[in-house]
């Protein structure tokens, strides 16, 4: 009975001492449990998973083959924002019709607007077409903050990714070196493929395209492309009959082959194009997870010039 | 290029004293000096790169730190501070604001509703910002074309512990799904009977007080979530409080499950009390109305073109209890609808919609809609809705209501 009594108080003793300990270091707790990200778009997700590694768990709200500007508010995003230590969005209003919602209905103090798990992507990126000057909706679904589809060039996916590597250094100081190792191995890998992509469509400089919508303006720079017209007349405007005939003889003028089209617009209008020019209409991925095979940043990339490369050699 | 001029001028001066000195200590000297001026242009180099470097750079997107300290009278030559001045820096503060415009015609007669031909039936102004790192704050006034009327203006606590959401202001109750919406994200031009004959009418529960929500723990998927709400009692012609006391409360139970990417699955059920006007000629307050509402939404949206198609059905069902001085006014009503999308612009969609009366609750009145809708843009929306209504008396409405809606300004949510 002693010796039951005496092993029980040992026993006791350590589960408070052990219990005190992880009481008194809270960094102990903190560094057991990984961190919780969640990110608007799959691209977010997918550069937060290179630097963030096994130490975070991430889930993104959008799929990669929708489109992100009208992803609907369901509820059950807010179960995975509920618990969210980190918030990552696009931002410059891509996610405006569906996002703030699910900020302000998700009870979580740490993902608000400002807060220490708040995180606007587009505060480390070059970001190309800000308007200059005045701002209509006479010019379609305009964002008057630039063009949000800046992850489409590897050099602001490098930006990034620093971003999200500093932002968890600062939720995990424990794992800032883990973090900070990721993001150097990242951007390395990042060079070496970013030579490729280059040399792969340094054939194609300067070669003029048609796309969809306005997705394409940090991709077309850092390939040289050019994008010459637009399937919408405006940005988030339907085509109309008298554009697409404009948009036709342009593109018989200047013998104009390739169309660009997003995974969520309907192709009916671009392949109606392509037999009256004798075009090719190609599905560029904007985002990750377009696909079944593009997991990951690189493999977007990889995807989107193959296909490029292959329709211009195509329709020469 | 200063701090070179100074240092020449300091040359200058320092050389003349030193002429009598040995020639080799001045050529020293001389060469330490030029070493400095070289270290110094170096410097002035660094900095000129490392500043073109900054303005090269994107700019951050962080919101401007905006130094508001109003300056004390007389710092600037005795003028008083200028308040509301029209900078940038201003206006980066201001809330987001939207207008929206809803006209309405009509073709057609209804003998009990009728409405005029043509109205500029709401012209509804939001204003919506985030207050403080604890809170934001949304006001929606709604202009009609004889008078104001603050349709809702609240604040909500965003960083409450334990995962709390509240609220407190005027709002839309959470009754059921239809008495929470705006007009302006209503599928149909009008609301359906169930609303104007049993939860308050057009403007429907809506009352100023508080309500707490929050994410329930449920199984794995599901969605579960409660809110509570107690309001002054003042709620059109469904309750009326006569004393500080007689405080409505609405209460909220809320299930929802993806089943799969492109559909999903809505349950809710919903209870409001309130004292009501039956005794109000007797000098009482003793009678109240209570409300019991079930409420079921399907929504199905393929991800790859959610923006050509979707449907949503939803059916809501309330029974009201209200208290007279006889008798005990038991009614029911509901409506079922089903909306499609079947282009990127286009709409098609009904409904059916039966309720007795809230004060008569022998009389039922029944009824249904069409609807078609076109969207010139996400900001405009053409709408035509033929309505058919046989009255508990006998008489129909044989209505055909067009609307036209634009959104101006800040752009909203999409409703869900």
Known sequence: MTQKASSFRSASSVLVSGLAIALLLPGFAQAASKLKVVTATTDMAALASEVGGDRIEVESIARGYQDPHFVEAKPSFLLKLRKADLLILVGLQLEIGWLPPLITQSGNPRIQVGASGYLDASEFAEILEKPTGVVTRAMGDVHPLGNPHYWLDPENGRRIARGIASKM????????????????????????????????????????????????????????????GYVEPRPGIPPSPGHTIELIQMMKREKLKVIIVEPYFDLKTPNSIAEQTGGKVIVLLPSVGGEKEVTDYFKLFDYDIALLTRAFKETE | MR???????????????????????????LKALEARIGALEAEIQSLKAAKAEAEKAPASRAPAAVTATPSAPGEFGGQLPVYGGASAAAKALNPDISVIGDFLGSIGKNPVRPVPAFEMHESEVGLQAIVDPYARADFFLSFGEEGVNLEEGYLTFTSLPAGLVAKVGKMRAAFGKVNTLHNHVLPWVDRPLVTESLVGGEDGIDDVGFSVTRILPAPKNIFLEGTAQVFRGDSNELFRAAQKRDVSLVGH?????????????????????????????????????????????VRWKPLRRSIYHSFVGRTELVWSEREEPLAVQRAFGLYTSADYQFGR????????????????????????????????????????????????????GNELRFQFQFSLGAHGAHPF
Do not use: C
Not at chain 1, 184 to 202: P, Q, T
Not at chain 1, 206 to 215: E, F, I, L, N
Not at chain 2, 14 to 29: C, F, G, I, L, M
Not at chain 2, 258 to 263: A, E, Q, R, S
């Open chain 2, 253 to 297: 139970l809320r299930g929802y499950r993806d089943l799969t990417d492109n559909t999903n699955i809505d349950l809710g059920v919903s209870y409001a009390r309130g004292h009501n006007d039956a005794g109000v000629s007797l000098g009482s307050n003793a009678f109240r109305t209570q409300l019991y509402g079930m409420d079921t939404t």
């Open chain 1, 169 to 228: 250094a600062e939720l995990r100081p424990g794992d800032a070196s883990y973090f900070s190792q990721r993001f150097e191995a990242f951007s390395e890998r990042l060079a070496i493929a970013g030579k490729a992509w280059d040399d792969a469509m340094k054939p194609l400089h300067g070669r003029m395209v048609v796309t969809y919508h306005r997705s394409w303006p940090n991709f077309v720079r850092r390939f040289g492309l050019q994008v010459v």
């Open chain 2, 3 to 29: 701090r070179i001029a100074l240092l020449l001028g300091l040359i200058l001066f320092s050389v003349r004293p030193y002429r009598a000195q040995t020639k080799d200590d001045t050529e020293a000297r």
């Open chain 2, 345 to 396: 612009r286009w709409f098609v969609g009904g409904r059916f919609d039966r309720s007795d009366r809230a004060r008569t609750s022998n009389l039922t009145d029944s009824g249904f809609a069409t609807v078609l809708t076109y969207w010139p843009s996400e900001f405009s929306q053409i709408r035509g809705q033929y309505r058919f209504v046989r009255y508990a008396d006998g008489r129909d």
